[in-house]
């Protein structure tokens, strides 16, 4: 690793006072991860480490509006973990869940993921179907921008060499939704997706006509890919059964995959719309298995909904 | 990895010919070259820079003309480059093919072949392959722009 | 360029100046002394370099060693306390838990990681946590069984 600078400043203020200082050349690193491996090649070369370890007050998890709001320092495993998460948004927690290993979670957090920016993530595709949106920083102040227009391309986002993600916002999401999450593994556990799929879907109240829909997908493509023509043809339409299968053959449309190790690219378009609609099948099932338990008979003891997912 | 571009080019033949066989302008019109420098007849020095997100790399080397064909309107060009901090190392080679097509229109189509060594290539062919089209897209449109401007 | 760090390692207070650059596993295996911590990847996707960092697994040879000012590091050789190894420790030695022994230090501290917070974990739970651990040696049957069983030697 080429030498450099490393700073621990205690507050935003000084954050941006350090990258002021040392300009583009300056790397903001919080679980460092990602960053440390393509220093360790040599690849990405800072004149100066910002660390954001000392930056207090940035990695809460709350409610608010009647959604969740999550702080930009705040660990994989701390969204895996949340019992605010996992009530409200369990797709959120268990997409959290697959990333990587528990090592790399308990270190990365969700605003360094987002700004490493690499297609293969596992949150940004459910982030995106969530509807949400990033809060970024700088010293002039903030500004909030859709999820969905924050990628650029391979390692490329919307931020300046002197914003911070600060807050990763999920709206409240509407009655009669549900939500899914799906990684498509055909090698080991701790990869990232060959694809992955992601559908939030809300019903109206027959629970008989999509009243919306949000898909999106990773690995197949230089960005996430937030699939708006496959969202239009089934918006407002009846639930019937090829409506999943004809979204998933619209969203391969969407998707420009590379043949690399984990499939070729033909393999992953298809694949793609395999999975789109699973996605879109799972998330219908966690609407009906929602409804179901609302209207069960409440045992004596509180119990919380059991969703679908992973233990910790 | 290997590429092709095609583009028309609302030039004759000659004159399109001429601009591809002054080396320093044509690698110019490849985004990120910084410098271009004569050592001899069909021998140059270059600098380029490429950046993928996080990752910038300084490549240094030589741009070599390979091959002047004008009874078949073809040239070709030979680059090699090492990144300045070894990260890796690029060489290839472009083909230019001309074909008239009218009076004032040209059809330039340039085939690339290139082979990323080190530890660039090893890190990520898909970075490096859209990156590489893109690159070279802008190249044909940037040769495109100053002939017909 | 240097920096002088503090933090403490096995409960033993650690006072070094140390280049920016260096990574955490260099430090313990170098600078202390601590060999016990492997490097197996080099990326971070084997687990040998598994340490804990305040009681929370992390990866040694992506972390820079100037992350650890402050902070609680255990390394295997701080599992076992007045010469006594740990549970977990002990189970891997009743029940055949390794083989060669490269992945071993790794295993066991993620392994304490686990019984700390779940402290009868079933097949599934173990699979699930200690995915980040690889072996080539053992086919994981013994060490999922030596992790399943450590409880037998919780105080």
């Known amino acids: 690793m080429i030498p450099f600078e490393y700073r621990t400043p205690k507050n935003l203020k000084e954050v941006h006072a350090t990258l002021k200082e040392f300009g583009a050349d300056a790397k903001l690193i919080s679980g460092g991860t990602a960053l440390v491996i393509m220093m360790k090649q040599r690849l990405v070369r800072p004149s100066c480490l910002v660390s954001l370890g000392s930056v207090r007050g940035l990695n809460g998890i709350e409610l608010k509006n009647g959604g969740v709001s999550i702080g930009g320092l705040a660990t994989h495993r701390s969204v895996e973990g949340s019992s605010l998460v996992r009530r409200r948004l369990p797709m959120l927690a268990e997409t959290y869940h697959h990333v990587a290993t528990l090592r790399i979670r308990n270190v990365a957090t969700v605003g360094g993921g987002l700004a490493h920016a690499d297609p293969n993530q596992d949150p940004p595709p459910s982030l995106i179907a969530l509807g949400a949106t990033v809060k970024v920083t700088s010293a002039n102040g903030s500004r909030v921008v859709p999820l969905d227009e924050f990628f650029k391309g391979y390692y490329e986002t919307i931020l300046n060499p002197d914003e911070i993600i600060t807050e990763v916002m999920v709206p409240k999401l509407a009655a009669n939704t549900g939500a899914a999450y799906i990684k498509f593994l055909p090698r080991t556990a701790d990869d990232y997706a060959t694809v992955s799929a992601a559908a939030v879907l809300t019903l109206d109240k027959t629970m008989k006509t999509i009243a919306d829909v949000r898909i999106a997908l990773g690995s197949v493509g230089e960005t996430p890919i937030h699939a708006t023509a496959a969202e239009a043809l089934l918006r407002g339409q009846p639930l019937k059964a090829e409506a999943f299968a004809e979204a998933g053959e619209k969203a391969k449309e969407a998707v420009d995959p590379v043949s690399d190790f984990r499939g070729s690219a033909a393999y992953k378009k298809d694949m793609a719309g395999v999975f789109v609609r699973r996605a879109l099948e799972k998330a219908l099932a966690d609407i009906r298995q929602q409804a179901k338990a609302k209207s069960a008979p409440k045992p004596a003891k509180k119990k919380v909904a059991k969703k679908k997912g992973k233990k910790k | 990895m290997k590429f092709s571009q095609t583009a028309q080019i609302p030039v004759a033949r000659e004159p399109l010919w001429d601009f591809l066989m002054d080396v320093p302008k044509v690698a110019k019109s490849l985004p990120g070259v910084e410098s271009v420098n004569k050592l001899d007849d069909t021998t140059y020095e270059g600098a380029l820079t490429v950046r993928v997100g996080p990752i910038k790399l300084n490549l240094q080397g030589k741009i070599i003309l390979e091959e002047q064909n004008k009874t078949d309107w073809r040239a070709a060009l030979r680059a090699e480059a090492k990144d300045r901090m070894a990260a890796g190392a690029v060489n290839g080679k472009t083909t230019m093919t001309l074909k008239e097509l009218g009076a004032n229109q040209t059809e330039l189509l340039v085939e690339t072949d290139v082979n990323i060594l080190g530890k660039i290539g090893e890190f990520g062919q898909p970075i490096i392959r859209k990156k590489a089209d893109a690159m070279l897209k802008e190249f044909v449109e940037n040769i495109k722009k100053q002939l017909a401007g | ?155």
């Not at chain 3, 069984?145 to 409880?151: D, L, N, R, T, V």
């Open chain 3, 1 to 155: 360029m240097n920096k002088k760090i503090k933090f403490r390692v096995n409960g033993k207070k650690a006072e070094l100046e140390v280049p920016t650059n260096r990574l955490l596993i260099d430090c313990l295996r170098y600078d202390l002394g601590l060999t016990g911590t492997k490097e197996g990847c080099s990326v971070g996707v084997c687990g040998a370099c598994t340490v804990l960092l305040d009681g929370d697994m992390i990866t040694a040879c992506l972390t820079l060693a100037v992350m650890a000012d402050g902070h609680d590091i255990t390394t295997v050789e701080g599992l076992a306390k007045n010469g006594e190894l740990n549970p977990v420790q002990k189970s891997f030695i009743q029940y055949g838990g390794f083989q060669c022994g490269i992945c071993t230090p790794g295993q066991v501290v993620a392994a304490t990681a686990l019984l700390k917070e779940n402290p009868k974990p079933n097949e599934e739970e173990i699979k699930d946590w200690m995915m980040g651990n690889l072996c080539r040696c053992t086919g994981y049957y013994k060490i999922i069984e030596s992790i399943e069983k450590a409880h037998q030697f919780a105080k």
